[in-house]
């Protein structure tokens, strides 16, 4: 059974930092692009920021300059490095990751199940 589990959400004050974790497990054979995107009531899901298996990155407009996607192949583990964070910034962030999975046989989309980031004082 593949998972994608995310830790690191949390409340924090404006201008603080966060850090997200998202671990793929499973019989997982290949990882292509891995990303982030975050959800606000009432509203689509949109993206924050992705990441190549070659190691291209991708943000949205309003994280660039604060936000940084890593990722760590040996570990099939993606990274949200949140700095400056802004009131705005409050959502559901979720992972996603395009995954070659051995029991299926070809690449399909997984999502994680979300963690609460709130920024507040």
């Known amino acids: 059974q593949v998972q994608l589990v995310e830790s690191g959400g949390g409340l924090v004050q404006p201008g603080g930092s966060l850090r997200l974790s998202c671990a793929a497990s499973?019989?997982?054979?290949?990882?292509?692009?891995m990303g982030w995107y975050c959800q606000t009531p009432g509203k689509e899901r949109e993206l924050v920021a992705v990441?190549?298996?070659?190691?291209?990155?991708n943000y949205a407009d309003s994280v660039k300059g604060r936000f940084t996607i890593s990722r760590d192949n040996a570990k099939n583990t993606v990274y949200l490095q949140m700095n400056s964070l802004k009131p705005e910034d409050t959502a559901v962030y979720y992972c996603?990751?395009?995954?070659?999975?051995?029991?299926?046989?070809?690449?399909?989309?997984?999502w994680g199940q979300g963690t609460q980031v709130t920024v507040s004082s």
């Open positions: 990441i190549t298996s070659s190691g291209d990155r």
């Open positions: 499973g019989s997982i054979l290949r990882i292509r692009t």
């Open positions: 996603n990751a395009d995954l070659y999975v051995f029991t299926v046989g070809y690449y399909k989309t997984y």
